[in-house]
């Protein structure tokens, strides 16, 4: 075999191995030989994409939906522009490095769901007259750092929620909650404030859940949810009324919010219930919006998202 390695590497530029908007993506072909070999050209592409696809069953027939959307591609040659179409590189181990910007806008961040995924790929390619080329590839995690709409970021919510319980038991349950913000870092604690009180003469048990929801695009939506996080405070007797201060712990692996992409949305939710037997239980929905943070999550965490790795997060 004349050509005995042909692989492509990048460089890190900080200690998660992630690159955000506008920065320089460096690294550098490398072709072994084990004898003097002529090539036409070795090109280097960087590449952001996203893709969905699904399959339903309508009665006897499936559907399946599909959809794409690309963000850049940038290809260049990393031989010198006299070698292009008749480079001959001698027997041993050659370098080309390349260096390739990020686009400063319009990127999302590195996702993969239930149906689609966000990517960004570097590939090489080494071409020649008569025989066969190759052709090398590298992922590389991308976290956009596109402004977040700041006043959505930083608006309270509040929500309230009270109902009688009438069947084998009366009496009133009702709960006030309210967050001082939207947007939350990975990893940050999300502080519940509010008031919950049990007028009826059942106990009740607050639950708090924050899932998140996928949607996926292509001429019509799939929806897929995920409870990440679940706890629970001790059960209130009848007639108790209590103040909550509760503090839950955003995790680091999970992917930020995403709301730049055409065909795919990443969005957070916190669901606090009263957990009533025999009635239905109230609950309150409150939006999150989950931010990216600078000391952040791995790059495994970051490029599969939530919906594989579910296990480390010891659900």
Sequence with gaps: MTIK????EYNA????????????????????????????????????????????SHGEESVTYWDKEKYFSQTQSVLEDKAVGNALLVAGRHVFPFAFQLPYQGLPSSFKGAHGKIHYTLSAKLSRSVWPGKKAEANFTFVSKDDY????????????????????????????????????????GLVINGEIVNSSTRKIVPKYIIYQKQSFFAGKRAVHTTDILKEKDAPLTSSTRQNLSKVLQIPFEITPTIQNCRIIKVEYRLK????????????IKLPLVILPFNDGPSVKALEAGLYPDLAKLNL
């Excluded at 070795?42 to 696809?53: D, F, I, Y």
């Excluded at 009366?170 to 990975?186: A, C, E, H, R, V």
């Excluded at 606090?272 to 025999?278: A, G, M, R, T």
Aim: no cysteine; charged share 20%; net charge positive.
């Design 5 to 8: 390695t042909f692989a492509i």
């Design 13 to 56: 530029v900080n200690d998660r191995n992630t690159f955000s908007n506008g920065d320089t993506l460096t690294g550098r072909v490398i072709v072994e030989v084990t004898k003097e070999t002529k090539i036409k050209d070795v090109t280097v592409k960087a590449k952001g994409k996203a893709n969905v696809a699904w399959t339903e």
């Design 149 to 188: 709409n700041q006043p959505t970021v930083m608006a309270p919510q509040q929500g309230s929620k009270d109902k009688n319980v009438v069947f084998f038991a009366s009496g009133n349950i009702s709960m006030d909650i309210f967050l001082p913000k939207t947007g939350y870092q990975q990893g940050e």
């Design 272 to 283: 606090v219930i009263l957990d009533v037997s025999f009635t239905k239980n109230p609950v």
